[in-house]
């Protein structure tokens, strides 16, 4: 059984609290929208897509209590801007994510479309649609999560065996490394880089899981390897700095296959935002020849951002790097429960830190993009070409920016007696 970041039921939200763990499991009651915000923001939840549903579900369980309607709304229309107002403060939590914005865009979706199916719709109409939709987010992300996990294993399995041909092995299995947390205790369920990897152990294809430690904030050494040991996935944890070293001592060994992870957020050309370290790890895997994959559901695909240099990057506060904060180690090693946690100096106090909790991996590193609709390679352009997994969005997006680009220069070409080349906008012979 795998591990619950979130506990849900209607009117009720509980959510783990990650700093605790590998040493303790607790769970925080979240009933507001105040409650939901700070737990994101001090990261006793994260992962993309877990903070988008802590935050819808945060809110829906705070306007189901507080029922009938919405407190001092006596419209509908007055329910919708209470309601944006809630999510606009949720969504200054976390900034990076976009699965979080994505949500946000479809709660006050729904909402509006509650308040125009009727003229008579009131405050508990729109409460109700809230609701069923925050839900919905939830239900659908471990469907989700599920078939990343069968295409990415899939896809893996399908570039082993091309590998392989003419070969004499006839040992399918591989290794592959992931960073950071992508698992459970990052979503609703089953996860996405490591839903990938639970996908291959289930398929019998997995040989071994590396993961790094993922400083500063060590989320792969306090949850990822919490993950793989709670599930009896074979797996050896590796500081930030080791993955070259593992590259070129074991991997051939190990038959290292692949270095999967997570996106916090993925742009139109397919340069993408994840945990900080992720960068290096896709320069480095190139060197190597070893195939580098981004597994993030289609919320996490920002079209509306042309490339990785508009994507606004958290930076956190210095002491993640300073300090660390640990449950006490007994002398024969086990850990003293009932002794309280304490926090100790890695470093000079006084010293100046630079914190970015995210970097952004060029396009032009990353092989594939796995979706729950499928897999996604990089063109020959080194760019990607997500238009035929969601050809709505693009449509809407992408489309309407080009169809405006294309008015503005027959609007130059007007102007100024020139043709205005498609291409470049630049001007031409008439």
Known sequence: MSLQAVRYSRGKLEVLDQLRLPHEFHYDAVTTRKDAFDSIASMRVRGAPAIAIVASLGLAVELHNAGPGVPGAASAADAVAHIDDALDYLKTSRPTAVDLSNA????????????????????DDIVRAFVDEAEAIFERDLQTNLAIGEHGAEWLRAQGSAAAAGGSSNDKTMSVLTHCNTGSLATSGHGTALGI???LRDKKLLRHAFCTETRPYNQGSRLTAFELVYEG????????SMAAALFRTRGAEANL????VGADRVVRNGDTANKIGTYQLAVLARHHGVRFV????????DLATRTGDGIKIEERKPE??????GA????????????P?????????????WNPAFDVTPAEYIDAVVTEKGVVERGADGVFDFSHIMPERWAAVVGKEEEEQRANRARLGAKFGTAVRADTGAPGTL
Request: aromatic share 0%; charged share 25%; with cysteine.
């Open 104 to 123: 946000i865009d479809r709660l006050k979706t729904c909402t509006r479309e509650a308040a125009a199916a009727s003229s008579s719709s009131s405050p």
């Open 197 to 199: 990897i639970r996908t």
């Open 233 to 240: 996935i074979p797996a050896t944890l590796i500081t930030d």
């Open 257 to 260: 296959a692949a270095v999967i």
């Open 294 to 301: 981004v597994a993030a559901p289609t919320t996490s695909i």
């Open 320 to 325: 993640e790097l300073t300090q660390v904060t």
């Open 328 to 339: 006490v180690i007994r002398d024969d090693g086990t850990v003293d429960e009932a002794a």
């Open 341 to 353: 946690k304490v926090r100790v100096a890695t470093a000079d106090q006084r010293i100046g830190v």
